[in-house]
C-alpha cells in the first residue's frame, strides 16, 4: 500500500466549477501535512499548509481527518489558472516529506 | 535570495556514461534532498541529508551517489548511466518541519 494514495484523475470541469479532491495517509505518525501545486514541466510549489482544524485561504480549504487518515482540499470558483496536478504530502517524524502520486485538474472554459 | 538553483536543466546521456547534477541553495537550509519524476508520475526519494557531512538514501538509490561536503550543494552523480534513469530530477530543501522549496528540475535522457 502507497503511503499516501490520491486519486491521479483528471478532474475535468467547467470554470466557476467547485471541486474536491482527497488523499489518504497510512503513516498514523504523520505529524503535518501540504497541499503542492504542480504545473505542466515546473516544479512543485506549497499551495497551502493543512490544519486540524481545517484552515481556508481564498477560494481554497483543506481539511484534515486523523481518524480516517484522509486529507481533503475543496476549490471553489475554479479558475482556467487553477488546471494543474496537486500533490498531497505528508510530513513524518523525521521531518521526511512523502509525497502522493498528484490528482490532475483540468478547467475548461 | 536565488533559492534552490538546479544546473544543467536539459541533458542527453549515451548508456554508461556519467554526469553530475548540480544543485546549490542559498537559504541556509539543513535539510536537502533529490526526487526523480517519471512522465506522470509522483516524485521519488533518491537521497536526502540532515546537514553538512551528512546522507541517507530514500526510496530509489540504485544507480546514484550523494555527497555534502558545505550546507549550500548538494550534487548527485549518475556513475553508469541507463536508459531507466531517463527522468526530470528535482533538488529540493528546507528548514526544519516547514515547507520544502524545490528547484527547477534538470530533464535527463539517456539513449
Known amino acids: 500500500r502507497k503511503e499516501v494514495e490520491q486519486d491521479p484523475g483528471p478532474f475535468n470541469v467547467p470554470e466557476g466549477a467547485t471541486v474536491a479532491f482527497n488523499c489518504t495517509y497510512s503513516n498514523s505518525a504523520s505529524q503535518s501535512f501540504f497541499w503542492y501545486r504542480q504545473d505542466c514541466r515546473k516544479e512543485p510549489k506549497l499551495l497551502m499548509s493543512?490544519?486540524?482544524s481545517g484552515n481556508e485561504d481564498g477560494r481554497f480549504t483543506a481539511q484534515l481527518n486523523r481518524a480516517s487518515q484522509y486529507i481533503s482540499l475543496l476549490i471553489r470558483d475554479s479558475k482556467l489558472s487553477d488546471s494543474a496536478t496537486y500533490l498531497c504530502v505528508d510530513l513524518n517524524a523525521g521531518n521526511m516529506l512523502t509525497f502522493g502520486g498528484g490528482t490532475r485538474l483540468m478547467v475548461k472554459p | 535570495n536565488a533559492g534552490v538553483t538546479q544546473t544543467p536543466k536539459f541533458r542527453i546521456l549515451k548508456i554508461g556514461q556519467s554526469m553530475t547534477l548540480q544543485c546549490a541553495q542559498d537559504m541556509n537550509h539543513n535539510y536537502m534532498y533529490w526526487y526523480r519524476q517519471d512522465p506522470g508520475m509522483g516524485l521519488k526519494l533518491i537521497y536526502y541529508?540532515?546537514?553538512?557531512?551528512?546522507?541517507d538514501k530514500g526510496e530509489v538509490p540504485n544507480g546514484y551517489n550523494v555527497s555534502r561536503s558545505t550546507t549550500e550543494y548538494f550534487p548527485l552523480r549518475l556513475e553508469l548511466a541507463a536508459p531507466s534513469q531517463t527522468s526530470v530530477y528535482f533538488c529540493?530543501?528546507?528548514?526544519?518541519?516547514?515547507?520544502?522549496?524545490f528547484g527547477p528540475g534538470t530533464r535527463l535522457t539517456v539513449l
Open positions: 541529508s540532515v546537514g553538512a557531512g551528512i546522507t
Open positions: 529540493a530543501s528546507k528548514p526544519v518541519g516547514n515547507e520544502q522549496f
Open positions: 493543512v490544519y486540524s
